[in-house]
């Protein structure tokens, strides 16, 4: 049996506000969309006592053995989902890790979802659910793969809209901490989500946001705040907000060209930083 072929896109945070605690877990609302930017998933169903988790390509160095992909086929085998059938996985890293991309997120996500279209497991919604929840409070969004909206009470709205904004993503040479950003929040927001439309997709829409988690790692890394004021200078640029907890800041540009002759310039002043365009899907 030859692999089957998966795509694991990055998602991206938009606007994103945090809006209360629960337990040791913020509460937070965001507006996500996914990027053509995607790790690449190898699978196919193996004779073996084990599964085989493989992780390959620029981004793939330490990763822990105890993995989102991981976490996702143990929580499955001891729910005997699969029976007895056990997997070969190689996952091709080409989204940069504690970025902001949630690429951990995705790959199980991407991975849970083609097991289910594969009809290799049969579970109800609720069951998808709780599983997500499980490995990581993201991977339930990589289920969705689309313009959603994640509302203050953990639900979400999807969006069926392609709107092709196009997007200058900069990783610095450092990763954020997900838990470290979290625990420096002080201060939460009113929601503003929780009656999604479409127009919240809009670019004038969203220049009025913000992401709650960027300022607390402005001012934690320096290099941050530089990045951050450079791409806010760039020519034409629409604006300028972290994705997720970061490291990663993206500029927002209204065509591909713009971002290409921004990519230019963020790569001249900025060597060692990963640089990629791309767009929203």
Same mark, same amino acid.
């Given at each position: 049996?030859?692999?089957?072929?998966?795509?694991?896109?990055?998602?991206?945070?938009?606007?994103?506000?945090?809006?209360?605690?629960?337990?040791?877990?913020?509460?937070?609302?965001?507006?996500?969309?996914?990027? +053509?930017?995607? $790790?690449?998933?190898?699978?196919?169903?193996?004779?073996?006592?084990?599964?085989?988790?493989?992780?390959?390509?620029?981004?793939?160095?330490?990763?822990?053995?105890?993995?989102?992909?991981?976490?996702?086929? &143990?929580?499955? $085998?001891?729910?005997?989902?699969? %029976?007895?059938?056990?997997?070969?996985?190689?996952?091709?890293?080409?989204?940069?890790?504690? =970025?902001?991309?949630?690429?951990?997120?995705?790959? =199980?996500? =991407?991975?849970?979802?083609?097991?289910?279209?594969?009809?290799?497991?049969?579970?109800?919604?609720? &069951?998808?659910?709780?599983?997500?929840?499980?490995?990581?409070?993201?991977?339930?969004?990589?289920?969705?793969?689309?313009?959603?909206?994640?509302?203050?009470?953990?639900?979400?709205?999807?969006?069926?809209?392609? %709107?092709?904004?196009?997007?200058?993503?900069?990783?610095?040479?450092?990763?954020?901490?997900?838990?470290?950003?979290?625990?420096?929040?002080?201060?939460?927001?009113?929601?503003?989500?929780?009656?999604?439309?479409?127009?919240?997709?809009?670019? +004038?829409?969203?220049?009025?946001?913000?992401? +709650?988690?960027?300022?607390?790692?402005?001012?934690?890394?320096?290099?941050?705040?530089?990045?951050?004021?450079?791409? $806010?200078?760039?020519?034409?640029?629409?604006?300028?907000?972290?994705?997720?907890?970061?490291?990663?800041?993206?500029?927002?540009? %209204?065509?591909?060209?713009?971002?290409?002759?921004?990519?230019?310039?963020?790569?001249?002043?900025?060597?060692?930083?990963?640089?990629?365009?791309?767009?929203?899907?």
């Amino acid at each position: 049996m030859g692999y089957s072929k998966i795509k694991s896109y990055a998602k991206i945070n938009l606007a994103l506000n945090v809006v209360g605690k629960q337990s040791s877990l913020h509460k937070i609302e965001s507006i996500i969309s996914f990027l +053509d930017l995607h $790790d690449e998933i190898l699978i196919k169903s193996i004779k073996n006592k084990n599964h085989k988790i493989k992780f390959i390509g620029k981004f793939s160095n330490n990763i822990s053995l105890n993995n989102t992909v991981s976490r996702l086929l &143990e929580i499955i $085998d001891k729910k005997k989902l699969l %029976k007895h059938a056990k997997f070969e996985i190689i996952i091709k890293k080409n989204i940069p890790l504690q =970025a902001g991309f949630g690429g951990g997120s995705m790959n =199980a996500a =991407a991975i849970l979802k083609f097991l289910i279209k594969k009809k290799l497991i049969m579970i109800s919604k609720k &069951e998808v659910y709780k599983i997500c929840s499980l490995i990581g409070s993201d991977v339930i969004l990589g289920i969705h793969s689309n313009n959603l909206i994640l509302k203050s009470n953990n639900t979400i709205k999807d969006f069926l809209i392609k %709107k092709n904004i196009f997007i200058l993503a900069v990783k610095p040479s450092f990763g954020c901490s997900t838990k470290k950003i979290y625990s420096k929040v002080t201060k939460f927001r009113k929601a503003r989500f929780n009656k999604p439309t479409k127009s919240m997709f809009n670019l +004038d829409f969203l220049k009025k946001m913000n992401n +709650d988690l960027e300022l607390i790692a402005l001012n934690k890394y320096q290099k941050l705040n530089t990045l951050k004021f450079f791409l $806010d200078e760039l020519s034409k640029v629409e604006f300028v907000r972290m994705t997720g907890s970061g490291s990663a800041i993206i500029a927002y540009f %209204k065509t591909y060209k713009l971002c290409k002759e921004a990519e230019k310039k963020v790569k001249k002043e900025f060597k060692n930083y990963w640089c990629k365009t791309a767009k929203t899907i």
